[in-house]
């Protein structure tokens, strides 16, 4: 009969019974306690300890739901059969705050990515926040619809409907936390088993997220009017992923004539899909926005991608797909069972952003500030030394510079560096690697009115 | 020449310049305008419109931007070459509100599925919101870090070392929008040629899940210490998903020499590992909760799967990974890629809600209260006509019922279904189809203190 020697500590955030069960634990971890060997009865280490027999019986409970000691009846508690088999160490590592990586700031940083928070629309935010983490909205904390709430999809097929031109019905639209997502989503309904054609230069964010899914991923080359279908064609290619509105980073709009060469490329066999990434057709700063491909598609081959990152902000993590009538039967068969990745609450924000009219006003806004950004920045750069040519203009929020051959892109970067102005080599973009002219990347989103003309009249003196 | 005959309506939604692109491009589409005729100079077609010249230029910019037609210098604008490839259909179908599927009501429902709303923290839930929605909070509103916010992690990483015994630093920490994405997100680490055993019955959505993911899923028996080991070695499986804290269905508790068992079998070979889902440790209404499998482990065997689902709410969406060494640096060089899919308001909400004790709190109120249901229900089934034995009482948010075979699950439904009352059958979650003893699943978490009596009272009627 083993007898237990423990000091137990009154001054302590442990319960006593919590005490005598981590003593005993240890104990048998450590092989001082052996199996088969019989343990005092709760009454007798009760009186023992000097604790009540209930405590006793605590710190018992608690080593028999853990396998450490069983009960056998009208006999007592015996130590588990445990055998050397494994050695369970159980101190655990101390937490450490991780140290954020920070990334080196620029005085002036025409990043392509990030958007104008500035003007982000945080009282209307706040505002249907309350709203809807009401109590009596309750049924909101319940699991959703896997593809995302029937309200949002309907706001968002409608607006799609009306701004897009996109054919769109609710039910044809999965909702999503992020574009990596909701391709690694459709990588589950079309398999793997496949090559799909990007241009370069390109999104480059996807076509990692694309070979990383396992998916062979080639390049085709572009020119003024987008993909070079010929070279599609020829590459064996069976889905194309393209921007047909604003292709990044190049700012190509496609024709229709492509158009139609694109589609009927996809027409002509079972199988072939066209990816549309319609991921910013919001800013266009003359005329009306370039309808989407997806509306002109007759045969069911377009997947329309978009997402609310460009037009509300990247954090709020709301993507969307809409099916082709094939997929459709795929994502029943075999997406169904994922979950939604995004919060109801959230979901219902967004819808009600969009239904009260506060999105709609927020992309006017966000257009007419982007235009004035963009008139500014393209009025400047003209002037500067070493540009020959600009490129992508009129919508979005960045442009394209070609710079003059006696100079590297390297070289234009270093330069404006040594100003503080930081601005992008295209070559980041190019997935094949052949030799270009030096084109520069400035993006304006983050770029405040007031910095423009500062930024650029540095880089005039960087490039002289 | 091609004169263009429309009739410009003043009082409608369209601007002049829209109609007069609307329709030279329906006369393209159609076939009337073909391809290389020109069009009239901006100046004649805005006389003979009687519309100013800038509204003419601006209806003819977007049919260029469009490739609809094109400027020749010094001639005028042409329509473009556009073959007869491709029957572009425009006509976009017209927006449906979609029906969504109400499941059919039941008056008491033992769903072990749902939490308890009645008691969700909305108050608190509404003031971090507030607070993490200020204008000043800019920076969530960018993008973040694609493993989650580092301060969330660390409190999530404090939370688990705490509260669960696990071995973990915040950087092992991956954060994810729910257990079925975190399960896509692990895919890409593993890779998908492994084959993963699994428990019968199980979790069978997770099941589902990896199925669907593409691997190889097979089920190993288990008796009342959980998962046989011997039968998980000759299964030929490399990764054996177990849910030592409570297994669900069966509420089976692991002890500590199967344990060591089956962290021995993960050691014996390089590429095995074992998932543990630690769903709902947090509810356990005697003793302390059962520490984790991962803070046993020594070799880097542990993958640690857990959520907020069940101690907060299925819609907050935030589940996380924790992830052993050689599985970081695989997701350093495929995982990384891919964004974060919890917002960065939502992280910083949970953060705030951890690290002021609300958590903590809202634990501690979440079990007593199950526990008074628990306890509640326990006392009552007893009684009750066909119950041959309780089992998976203690923890979690359900018990199992062993029934009396003179009825199948099905009739012993039915009976209640009756009475109004819907219990669930264990054969639903039998992936195997071995022939059972008839056993009932009866869920309390979303039952109302007051229903339970209530529901007890008609199980009573229909099963006498």
């Not at 080196?104 to 104008?116: A, E, K, L, S, V």
């Not at 309808?291 to 997402?307: E, F």
């Amino acid at each position: 009969m083993y007898e237990i020697a423990i000091n137990l500590e009154g001054k302590t955030k442990k319960n006593l019974y919590e005490q005598i069960y981590e003593h005993i634990k240890k104990e048998i971890q450590k092989g001082d306690l052996k199996c088969g060997e019989q343990l005092l009865s709760t009454r007798l280490l009760a009186r023992q300890l000097d604790v009540s027999r209930s405590t006793a019986q605590l710190a018992y409970e608690q080593l028999l739901s853990e396998g450490y000691i069983e009960a056998v009846p009208c006999k007592g508690y015996f130590v588990c059969e445990m055998e050397d088999l494994y050695d369970l160490k159980t101190d655990a590592a101390e937490v450490q705050k991780e140290e954020e990586t920070i990334p080196t700031d620029c005085r002036y940083d025409f990043t392509p990515n990030g958007i104008d928070l500035d003007h982000f629309p945080y009282a209307a935010w706040r505002k249907l926040s309350r709203e809807v983490l009401k109590d009596d909205q309750r049924d909101l904390f319940h699991l959703g619809n896997p593809k995302g709430e029937a309200s949002l999809r309907s706001a968002i097929s409608a607006y799609l409907h009306q701004a897009r031109g996109v054919k769109v019905q609710p039910s044809q639209v999965i909702i999503g936390a992020g574009n990596d997502y909701l391709q690694m989503l459709l990588s589950r309904m079309l398999g793997t088993d496949h090559r799909i054609a990007m241009e370069s230069p390109t999104y480059r964010h996807a076509y990692e997220i694309f070979k990383r899914l396992g998916y062979d991923c080639c390049t085709v080359s572009m020119d003024r009017q987008g993909m070079n279908v010929q070279e599609l064609r020829e590459s064996g290619a069976d889905i194309a992923y393209v921007m047909p509105s604003h292709q990044y980073p190049m700012g190509v709009v496609m024709p229709v004539k492509r158009r139609q060469e694109i589609l009927q490329w996809a027409s002509e066999k079972e199988g072939r899909y066209i990816i549309e990434d319609d991921y910013d057709s919001e800013f266009r700063y003359v005329g009306k926005p370039i309808p989407s491909l997806q509306g002109n598609d007759t045969n069911q081959k377009v997947i329309y991608i978009g997402t609310f990152s460009k037009s509300i902000a990247p954090s709020i993590r709301i993507s969307y797909l809409v099916l082709p009538a094939p997929l459709m039967r795929r994502y029943e068969q075999v997406g169904r069972n994922f979950s939604c990745t995004v919060s109801r609450t959230d979901q219902k924000m967004l819808e009600l952003f969009m239904e009260r009219g506060y999105f709609e006003r927020h992309l006017n806004k966000m257009r007419a500030l982007y235009k004035n950004k963009h008139d500014l920045l393209l009025a400047g750069v003209r002037q500067l030394h070493g540009v020959k040519g600009i490129l992508g203009e009129r919508s979005g929020v960045h442009i394209l510079l070609k710079m003059e051959k006696s100079r590297s892109e390297e070289e234009w970067i270093a330069r404006a560096l040594i100003e503080e102005v930081r601005v992008y080599p295209l070559s980041e973009y190019c997935i094949d690697h052949n030799p270009r002219d030096p084109v520069l990347i400035l993006g304006y989103a983050t770029m405040g009115l007031k910095e423009i003309p500062a930024a650029l009249e540095r880089l005039q003196t960087a490039w002289n």
